[in-house]
């Protein structure tokens, strides 16, 4: 059967905002094919970014992508699990070297070495880093204006600078799909080794002031709440893998589900139960393009190892949330419903600046109410926010409130639209297409899977936060690249 022939200019700009459609004139009957150029057949690569003729393109052979392990890609896949997982702090001979230091060391001298290695222009074709950067202004700026700026720089320097260079590795890290593939299963191996370390390092105790609850305790970083929410995450990743990767790729990552489910139950998190809800509706109602027999299976596996492993307690902690204004963080003053009226009163106190990054829980201990309220020599709890959004409010003010929702919120919408955006033969296109596709719908169930615990916990100056914002940069980067070389062989 011979193919239609077509002339003219096959366009396909990338657009961050806008569309990548791909436009095709159409040579009036007859016209012979321009001299000096192959007759523009659609190819694989081509057809893929034309939605018009998409749908008649037959399926291709797919393989699964590779991980890009060249020396830089190398060590921010280190870097990433060694971040994520924490798992060097298990082992107190590597611990004591900060191994996270040396490596980041290494990725600069390699950036020196081999610039052609990172995408610089990163920074500026797409919003997440410009956001990022934003907020580190915002950061720096809310120091000397807070209530306490010695305790605002050491936090800056000591700890937020280390999450910016990690945020900023990964921007010019990511330049086209495989890039990134590598930093998913970079992600997806933190999961794995903290469910490792969920299961057989760390041992369940009574939690404090309850009586029949049992949950994870003696963690090395995180708590039981934030490892929730950081699992969550990590959920949603590794059913990206699940789909996209080979076969002992898929193996791993439905092993791994089953293994997050554990992991959830032993937290013990009412928060994290709530993510998982919430998670796996919008997974079931937005990942159309599986059937729904596999979208059941991925939600079913998880809910399975949750039920088989839930500690004594775990449900009736958990019910606890339909009747919550029988909870402590209903009534109590230290309560989560108390600190979050107090955190929305030092935002409107400090709108614009607010009152200092990491300076939430000297607030409650110098300038609330309730510090206010006490005698002398009575003892102030310095409580923590337990709400990322009020977290970021407080301590940055409002401009600084905008920017990080916008990470969470215009990631969300801005991986809806590209989603719309691409065309629909991606799905059944090459290993490539089928992950941006993929990665489209994934990334904003990630989002959601972060910013639902993420209510309850004091996470907004998270790894977690960054990693996400550079996927999704990510993302628009390695859709443009896929389109450009597309363009190039046609």
Known sequence: ???????????????????????????????????????????????????????????????????????????????????????????????????????????????VLGPRSVALSNLFRTWPPKVIAGLAILACLSAPFGISFGASAQFLVSNYSSILLYAFL?????????????????????IAALVWLSISVFRLSLAPGATAV???????????????????????????TLLTSGRKGRVASAALLVGIGISLARTGSRGAFLGLIGTGCVLLLTLKQVSVAKRLGFVAVTVAGLVVAAPPGYWGAIGTVLHPSGDYNWQSQEGRREIWFRGLGYMLDHPLVGIGINNFERAEGTISDKARRSFAGDPIRWTAPHNSFVQVGAELGFPGLILWSSLIIGGIVGMVRMRRRLPRAWLQGDAEERFLYLATIHLPLALVGFAIPAFFLSFAYSDIVSILAAFVAGVYVSVGDKIRRARLQS
Not at 33 to 49: D, H, I, Y
Not at 54 to 76: C, G, I, K, N
Not at 216 to 227: A, K, R
């Open 170 to 190: 990964l921007f010019i890290g990511i330049r086209r799909a495989r890039d990134l593939y590598t930093f998913v299963w970079a992600f997806v191996v933190s």
């Open 1 to 111: 059967m011979l193919r239609r022939r077509y002339t003219g200019r096959v366009s396909a700009p990338f657009l961050q905002g806008g569309g990548a459609r791909a436009r095709i004139r159409r040579a009036p009957r007859g016209t012979p094919p321009r001299a000096g150029k192959e007759p523009p057949v659609l190819r694989a690569a081509t057809t893929a970014s034309l939605p018009s003729h998409a749908e008649t393109r037959p399926p291709l052979a797919r393989t699964s992508l590779r991980l890009a392990l060249d020396p830089y890609r190398a060590l921010l896949f280190l870097i990433t699990v060694l971040t994520i997982s924490r798992i060097h702090q298990h082992f107190p001979a590597i611990a004591r070297l900060r191994p996270v230091l040396p490596l980041f060391l290494l990725a600069l001298m390699v950036i």
């Open 214 to 240: 049992q949950r994870l305790s003696e963690l090395y970083s995180y708590d039981s709440n934030d490892l929730g929410c950081v699992l969550l995450v990590g959920l949603v990743f590794t059913v990206l």
